[in-house]
Nanobody, 133 residues
Framework: QVRLVESGGASVLAGGSLRLSCAAS????????????MGWFRQAPGKEREGVAV???????YYADSVKGRFTISQDIALNTLYLQMNSLNAEDTAMYYC???????????????????????WGRGTQVTVSS
């Protein structure tokens, strides 16, 4: 059974930094990852879930405009772990952050991942990030 477990969420002051991690298990990261992307999404209270960043198996990354230059997505394939380094956090970054796996390559490369495609294969349960000013 595939499991994605996020960690690293916390309450921080505006301007601070956090590093989120997503540990994947029950899924062969290296082989299953060939034809898809992994990524981070977030959902703020009263808002729809939105894409934050995605990464393909070669390390090519894409970001939402709202986080570009502040967030960095990365991966350690040997450890089956996805990361999101978040710097210069502001109140608008407050949300539950979700890790996702098996995002279709078409969605990944065309930018449609930001709208949260309905056919994403796996989701974690989320980790809460709260930024106060």
């Amino acid at each position: 059974q595939v499991r994605l477990v996020e960690s690293g969420g916390a309450s921080v002051l505006a301007g601070g930094s956090l590093r989120l991690s997503c540990a994947a298990s029950g899924w062969t990261y290296s082989s299953s990852y060939v034809s898809s992307c992994m990524g981070w999404f977030r959902q703020a209270p009263g808002k729809e879930r939105e894409g934050v960043a995605v990464i393909d198996k070669d390390g090519t990354t894409y970001y939402a405009d709202s986080v570009k230059g502040r967030f960095t997505i990365s991966q350690d394939i040997a450890l089956n772990t996805l990361y999101l380094q978040m710097n210069s956090l502001n109140a608008e970054d407050t949300a539950m952050y979700y890790c996702a796996a098996e995002i279709g390559l078409y969605d990944c490369y065309t930018g449609s991942w930001e709208a949260v495609p309905s056919d994403i294969g796996y989701w974690g349960r989320g980790t809460q990030v709260t930024v106060s000013s």
